[in-house]
């Protein structure tokens, strides 16, 4: 097998765990990958033993280590709900014809007043125009 496009090739989970260490710490690893194994008690062990087990945990860890060293990065993998693998923002939605079918519309709690419980895109969409029979 040509592992010579792989940046990883090579290198041990655990030195890459200690590199992020070393250059961030723990707290601010933490902050960057919210994983329990990096803000509760953390430890190499521990987290090599959780990262191991767990692909995508895994995969945010080797993905940091290729940005902190600027090597070539991987193409993002989008997961089944449509999110970027690598980032915790949720991707936004795409308009085009025919886009949203299909979807499910999202619940919204009703209120006396139905603009307050639109979110801010809605109200750009919809106005404040209070709803007929109000």
């Given at each position: 097998m040509n592992q010579q496009n792989n940046p990883l090739h090579g290198l041990k989970l655990e030195a890459?765990?200690?590199?992020?260490?070393?250059?961030?710490?723990w707290e601010e690893l933490g902050l960057r990958i919210n994983i329990r194994c990096?803000?509760?008690?953390?430890?190499?062990?521990?987290?090599?033993?959780?990262?191991?087990?767990?692909?995508?945990?895994?995969?945010?860890?080797?993905?940091?280590?290729?940005k902190a060293n600027k090597l070539p990065l991987p193409t993002p993998k989008v997961d089944?709900?449509?999110?970027?693998?690598?980032?915790?923002k949720p991707k936004k939605a795409q308009h085009s014809s025919g886009s949203l079918?299909?979807?499910?519309?999202?619940?919204?709690k009703q209120t006396a007043n139905h603009t307050d419980a639109l979110p801010q895109a809605n109200k750009a969409i919809w106005g404040n125009a209070s709803p007929k029979g109000d």
């Open positions: 890459i765990l200690i590199f992020l260490v070393d250059k961030y710490g990096f803000t509760h008690d953390p430890s190499i062990k521990s987290s090599l033993a959780f990262l191991r087990k767990t692909q995508w945990a895994r995969d945010k860890v080797e993905y940091l280590y290729l089944s709900g449509g999110t970027n693998k690598f980032d915790d079918a299909g979807q499910a519309k999202p619940q919204t």
